[in-house]
């Protein structure tokens, strides 16, 4: 699933008894311009994004030989290039075909793939032919039976080992019913395993994907939102409370350093309808990880790690980002950052920024220990306006000189 397939999800699937699991839809580009580097202080591997440090994708010793890359694609030659950089970190790469989004089809990937045949086909041999790790792909289904037959096999001549089928066509969305029947005639047509997928508004436990898997006479079950919004459905023991579910997913959040904003995003579909209750909105108020962990009481534990890791030397997105003989001589820290680095430094709570929009211009205030802070001055953006918070608090505090920044041009006059 985009932006829940991140590395603590997976994790705790896999700790409640998934086989494999998949990452979300990565696109071939993004992990092209990424560099591999290996992070010490969280025991990962992460695949950087060298202009602005964002983590494109992030794996651990944990998942290793269970976690699938799903690779978004029209391209054989970009395919290979991104399956020859990651396929010593990965457990197989499979292509997506079952995508049914704009941005997928504009692009010619997705479902688009399965109405450009020869690509899709020239694709997978492509990376069947010149990689060391299985191949897989993913399809949706055709509005006529014989085009999905034909379609299958065609893919399966490449030498893919295994197809995941979700049973709708592109048109198709989870409220309406999924053809297991379709399902059960491509796994009788098909030698290589067959992976269904489609089932998850009829799954609440284990039993149920054992039943699914039964219906469509598959070798095994792909369980998207289903696991999303209870991940311990793969317990053979039952699934468990929500509560336990959020607090082991914030425990993994906090000890692999996972985005603020990707982490209150799988929070959000946990909850589902529970964000209207009191201490949703509360969560839906937060916007740091220590304010998100706070509602659930784990702000102390979310505070030691952050000041673990710091100590430690990591640095979120900053250690991330480009290495100082890497980095260009204009290239400057920026306030948010430093102020939340002095803050964890000095054990106080992150800083919360508000923002005022008026008139097509904003204006932000940040809370600091019992105090706000604000420039005067009104910005184009929310983003530069809270940075433009954040430097007045760090001149206030004395982490910032006024002549230092006029010197390095970052305040002008």
């Known amino acids: ?181 379709v399902i059960r005639e491509v796994v009788q047509v098909l030698k290589i395993p067959v992976i269904a997928n489609g089932g998850s508004q009829e799954m609440h436990k284990r039993s149920d994907i054992l039943k699914f898997r039964e219906a469509c006479g598959a070798s095994s079950v792909m369980v998207a939102r289903a696991a999303q919004w209870n991940c311990s459905i793969f317990r053979e023991e039952g699934p468990l409370p929500i509560e336990e579910i959020i607090l082991q997913y914030l425990r993994l959040a906090i000890d692999y350093d996972n985005s603020p904003c990707n982490t209150k995003y799988c929070v959000q579909m946990i909850l589902r309808d529970l964000q209207e209750t009191t201490m949703g909105r509360k969560f839906l108020d937060s916007q740091t990880l220590e304010q998100i962990c706070d509602v659930w009481d784990l702000a102390p534990y979310c505070r030691q790690k952050q000041l673990e890791y710091h100590n430690a030397g990591l640095q979120g997105r900053r250690q991330a980002a480009p290495q100082p003989d890497e980095q260009d001589e204009n290239y400057k820290e920026l306030p948010k950052s430093k102020l939340y680095i002095y803050t964890v430094k000095n054990g106080l709570k992150l800083p919360k920024y508000e923002s005022i929009h008026k008139d097509k211009l904003f204006r932000a205030i940040v809370l600091v220990g019992e105090r706000r802070y604000s420039s005067s001055f009104w910005e184009k953006s929310k983003k530069y306006a809270e940075q433009s918070a954040a430097l007045t608090c760090l001149l206030h505090l004395g982490v910032e000189s006024r002549e230092k920044l006029i010197a390095n041009g970052a305040i002008i006059g």
Request: proline share 3%; net charge neutral; hydrophobic share 40%.
């Open 1 to 181: 699933m985009v932006r829940v397939g991140t590395l603590p999800m997976r994790l705790l699937a896999l700790s409640f008894g998934a086989d494999i699991v998949y990452t979300e839809e990565i696109i071939d580009w993004k992990l092209l311009k990424s560099e591999r580097r290996v992070n010490d202080v969280l025991n990962t591997i992460d695949y950087v994004d060298k202009s602005d440090g964002t983590i494109i994708f992030r794996t651990c010793d944990k998942e290793k030989g269970k976690v699938v890359l799903q690779l978004g694609t029209a391209s054989a030659e970009r395919a290979l290039a991104v399956g020859q950089k990651v396929q010593g970190d990965v457990a197989a790469v499979d292509i997506n075909m079952g995508c049914p989004k704009d941005f997928s089809i504009k692009g010619g990937m997705g479902v688009a793939l399965l109405y450009d045949l020869e690509r899709a086909k020239k694709i997978l041999t492509t990376l069947v032919d010149n990689l060391d790790i299985p191949v897989t792909c993913k399809v949706r289904i055709m509005p006529e039976l014989d085009d999905t037959l034909r379609t299958v096999r065609e893919l399966e001549s490449t030498g893919i080992s295994a197809i995941g089928v979700h049973g709708r066509t592109k048109v198709e969305r989870p409220r309406h019913p999924v053809h297991t029947d």
